[in-house]
C-alpha cells in the first residue's frame, strides 16, 4: 500500500470527488489522477474566485490548481459548512454559458440530478442530493462557475449562508 503524505490525501480526495462528478462533460472535466497536473499551494486562479467573507485562502489550505487531460483548469479548496467538509471547485465561466446562461446551467444541474433549485438573491441555485447524502451544488456567480461537494447531506439554510459568505 502506498504511504500518502497529508497534501496528496487531500488531493486523492479532490481527484475521486472530480472523477465521480466530472462524467457530466460541461464545465468541468473528468479528473484522472495519473495524466493530470496539480499544483499545491502558491498557485492562485487567473480569475477573480470567490471566497468565504470571514476566511483566507491560507486559512482555508490554499488553492489546488488541477488541469484534466483536456486542458481545462479549475481551482479547488476544502472548507466546511454546516460541519460537514466541502470541496469547492471554480472556474472561469465557460463561453458556452455566456451566450445562454440560465439554459447552460440547467443543463449541467440536469447531467448532475441537481434538481432541486433555490433562489440565493438572484443566484440560481441547484442541489443534488445522493441517496447516501453527500450533495452538489452548482450556480455561477460573477462570471465564475462553482461546484460544491459536501461529503454528507447539508441543510437548505446552511448553504444560502455559505454561497451568500462568498465574495
Not at 3 to 28: E, H, Q, W, Y
Not at 120 to 130: L, R
Amino acid at each position: 500500500m502506498i504511504a500518502f503524505k497529508k497534501p496528496n490525501k487531500r488531493l486523492l480526495s479532490v481527484a475521486i470527488v472530480m472523477i465521480t462528478l466530472g462524467f457530466a462533460g460541461l464545465g468541468f472535466g473528468i479528473y484522472q489522477a495519473h495524466s493530470s497536473q496539480a499544483e499545491v499551494g502558491n498557485t492562485k486562479p487567473n480569475f477573480s474566485a470567490l471566497l468565504p467573507k470571514t476566511k483566507t485562502i491560507e486559512q482555508l489550505g490554499g488553492w489546488e490548481k488541477l488541469t484534466t487531460p483536456g486542458g481545462d483548469v479549475f481551482y479547488v479548496f476544502v472548507d466546511n459548512v454546516g460541519g460537514v467538509d466541502v470541496n469547492v471547485s471554480q472556474q472561469n465561466l465557460p463561453g458556452k454559458f455566456k451566450g445562454n446562461l440560465s439554459n447552460s446551467m440547467t443543463e449541467l444541474a440536469r447531467a448532475y440530478n441537481a434538481n432541486n433549485k433555490i433562489d440565493v438573491d438572484g443566484t440560481k441555485v441547484f442541489i443534488g442530493t445522493s441517496a447516501k447524502g453527500p450533495q452538489s451544488v452548482l450556480f455561477a456567480k460573477d462570471n465564475v462557475l462553482v461546484l460544491m461537494k459536501s461529503w454528507a447531506n447539508i441543510s437548505d439554510s446552511d448553504w444560502i449562508a455559505y454561497i451568500r459568505s462568498l465574495e
